[in-house]
Every structure is written in C-alpha cells, then in structure tokens.
C-alpha cells in the first residue's frame, strides 16, 4: 500500500496545475477565455493552502473507511 500524500505533495500538486492553467491562458487567443482561465488560476493559488488542506482530510478520510 502507498502512503497517503503529504499537504506539502498536495500544495506542490495544486501549484504545477496552476502554473498549467497559467500557461494555458497565455497560449489562448480569445481574450475572454484567457481572462477567465486566469481569474481561476488566481483563485485557486489564493486558496491553496485550504483546498490542500480538504484533500489531505478526504485522504485521510478514505484512507480510514479502508481499513
């Protein structure tokens, strides 16, 4: 069995996906979608820190039905 994900993995997960939406939004030619894949790349890096913290809790959650 693997071990579960630490909230550093998890916040540094969140983060290579942000960078990627970031990139994304900079290769899009329509500039309403650009703005709306960076408004969301910038939501999301402002809440890392709680959206990795309700990951780990799922993961721990699950991690405790399996057993």
């Known amino acids: ?3 579960p994900m630490t909230r550093e993995q998890v916040i540094a ?3 290579r ?3 990627e939406q970031r ?3 900079r290769r899009e030619s329509d500039g309403v979608e650009r703005d709306r894949l960076l408004r969301h ?3 999301r890096e ?3 820190e709680e959206e990795a913290d ?3 809790a799922e993961i721990a ?3 405790q039905t399996a057993v």
Do not use: P, Q, S, W
Request: charged share 30%.
């Open 61 to 63: 959650e699950n991690g």
């Open 17 to 19: 996906e942000v960078a």
């Open 1 to 3: 069995m693997t071990e």
């Open 23 to 25: 990139d994304a939004a």
């Open 41 to 43: 790349a910038r939501t």
């Open 46 to 48: 402002d809440l890392v």
């Open 54 to 56: 309700a990951i780990v």
């Open 13 to 15: 997960g969140i983060r």
